[in-house]
């Protein structure tokens, strides 16, 4: 009987050391940062520099020849994960289709940059802008027209409707860039 109450005060004694070193851990914390001077960031004043991939608001971008790139394919707003993109697809006389309508909920975005990597006419970008805070939560709802920028983003001479082979009045099948004329199969046959 005598053994089993050394082996119980010596654990006890090894919790109150334990218990002792993290109290003296935590006031030697305090007391080394006690005399220290503050270190802040006045943020409006001095805005931290970002990282080079940061990711924040979502921009709709041009083609080079300043045509909207957005088809309204739907891809942004299906890889979504939490639906907060939405619009409405039309197609125009020329036979190119756009967004009739498109809309953000910045409230609900969480800036993951699916719709981005989903998209493949480089519409959808995101930018490093990220002071987007409204009292209002309506205010976060941003529409086609908000969205839209005169430039294209980061392609630069990327446009959709050269290289993606769709039949419109600007051209042909066969006539877009490295693309080859169409194959009559029935040249094939023997």
């Known amino acids: 009987m005598q053994p089993i109450i050394v082996i119980g005060f010596l654990n006890n004694m090894k919790v109150l050391i334990e218990i002792a070193y993290a109290l003296y851990m935590g006031f030697y914390t305090t007391l080394k940062n006690l005399f220290r001077g503050p270190f802040t960031e006045e943020y409006p004043e001095y805005k931290r520099p970002l990282p080079a991939r940061s990711r924040a608001q979502i921009i709709l971008t041009s083609d080079p020849d300043g045509q909207e790139r957005c088809v309204a394919c739907y891809l942004c707003s299906a890889v979504c ?98 693309e080859e004329k169409p194959v009559d199969v029935r040249t094939n046959m023997p």
């Open 81 to 178: 994960p939490v639906d907060c993109i939405s619009m409405q697809a039309a197609e125009a006389d020329s036979g190119r289709r756009y967004a009739k309508w498109f809309r953000i909920n910045f409230g609900r975005c969480i800036f993951c940059g699916l719709c981005e990597e989903a998209c493949p006419t480089s519409a959808i970008q995101l930018t490093p802008f990220f002071e987007n805070s409204k009292r209002d939560i309506l205010k976060m709802v941003y529409e086609k027209a908000d969205l839209q920028v005169d430039h294209c983003g980061k392609d630069k001479n990327y446009n959709f409707y050269a290289y993606a082979g769709i039949v419109t009045k600007s051209a042909g099948k066969g006539e877009h860039v490295k």
